[in-house]
């Protein structure tokens, strides 16, 4: 007996995956009906302080990455503005440096000495022209070491790739997918987005059959088709998109273990976000020393009413509340921040901004699980640790959208729908 199908596609998760899996199979011209036991955007929301918006922890949209690309497909044109470069100091040693990302700034910054300024140029020089794909099996420490760089260069190629990747795991981490972003990063910059990110949330959002606070208890095959099982029934589609965040929440929908291997830790930080009376000075502090960074989000985006501002303080790798929060506030004072000047502030101790690194052990950005490796047909998966494009919301956005496109294109030989 066959069942009646309540939607061509269901999509599990409206964070960036399932909303741009859901937009591109609503695309297609299916039938989409999304499923999230939250509220919609998962990492990607914003909520509203005493005038400020305030994202979850510090967020750029990478103009020449795979994220921007799917969202100009599906309709999008995110607004925003570029942080200004020439305000961004490096911290060492206690003092502030001009970061050196570019030829000028090598010339005047004190971070470096002569030498290491010559071995920094030469490699950002080569960076755009570096083949990656030969290093997906390299670590990013092992990257370092065949460079040959000086201490005091290497710290701060270090640091920018922290801040490209949001990972300070070298040890571990890809070189190829690793220095993948940081050519992404030199090449076109990033945008901050006015409004926060929630634009575009609400863009992929638009026309969506979205429900929230559904929480969904798994998945079973029948026929043709895919039961989605809820906490006071079921749903039933042809295919099924899971986009819940991490590999673990993807394991728990699935009827039988997808058997992945060892997949990377997931990634965190501990970020400290401010709501500010002023627009401090310096205001951008990347350290060489720490895994940390402050960036003011707000300007350039506007985030903020009158002459405030919005600051993202982040570290790198969360430890503990007791250590990190200490030193977020020491590090936002280095960048400006004054006690009179925080209007709103709030802690997340610790936020997972990746699902899984990439490791070099599994060959970096290709070894990753890809949309179909659920072990269920008419099953797909998408997240920012699934798919060889991309990291962060690159890999979220690329991965949904292919999930988006096969479900929204592969149907059944027959799509009859009886009671």
Known sequence: ???????????????????????????????????????????????????????????????????????????????????????????????????????????????????????????????????????????????????????????????????????????????????????????????????????????????????????????DRRGDDVEVRLSGGTLVAHRVVVATGTPASVRRMLPSDPDWGELGPPVTAACLDLGLSRVPEPGYVLSLDDPVYATVQSPPARQAAGHGAVMAVIRYGARSAAEDRPQLDELAATAGVGHDDVVVRRFLSRMTVSGALPLASRGGLIGRPGIGDTGVPGVLMAGDWVGPVGLLADASLASGYAAGRLAGHDRPVSTKMVA
């Open 1 to 219: 007996m066959g069942m009646t199908t309540d939607a061509d596609v269901i999509v599990v998760g409206a964070g960036l995956a399932g909303l741009a899996a859901a937009a591109a199979a609503r695309q297609a011209g299916r039938r989409v009906v999304v499923l999230e036991a939250h509220g919609s955007g998962g990492r990607a929301r914003t909520v509203e302080r005493d005038g400020f918006t305030l994202n979850m922890g510090a967020h750029a949209l990478y103009r020449h990455g795979e994220g921007m690309r799917v969202l100009v497909a599906l309709g999008l044109t995110p607004e925003g503005e570029a942080p200004p470069l020439a305000r961004y100091r490096a911290l060492s040693g206690g003092r502030l440096h001009v970061l050196p990302t570019g030829p000028a700034s090598l010339l005047r910054t004190g971070a470096l000495g002569a030498r290491s300024k010559a071995q920094l140029a030469h490699l950002l020089g080569r960076l755009p022209r570096l083949r990656t794909d030969g290093l997906d099996r390299t670590t990013v420490e092992e990257w370092l070491a065949a460079s040959r760089l000086r201490p005091d260069a290497a710290s701060v190629v270090r640091a920018l790739l922290r801040l490209s990747t949001y990972s300070d795991d070298t040890e571990r981490f890809s070189a190829g997918a690793a220095l993948g972003q940081l050519q992404l990063a030199t090449s076109g910059g990033v945008l901050y987005l006015h409004g926060g990110w929630r634009q575009l949330v609400e863009g992929l959002s638009h026309s969506l059959d979205l429900r929230t606070g559904v929480q969904v208890d798994g998945l």
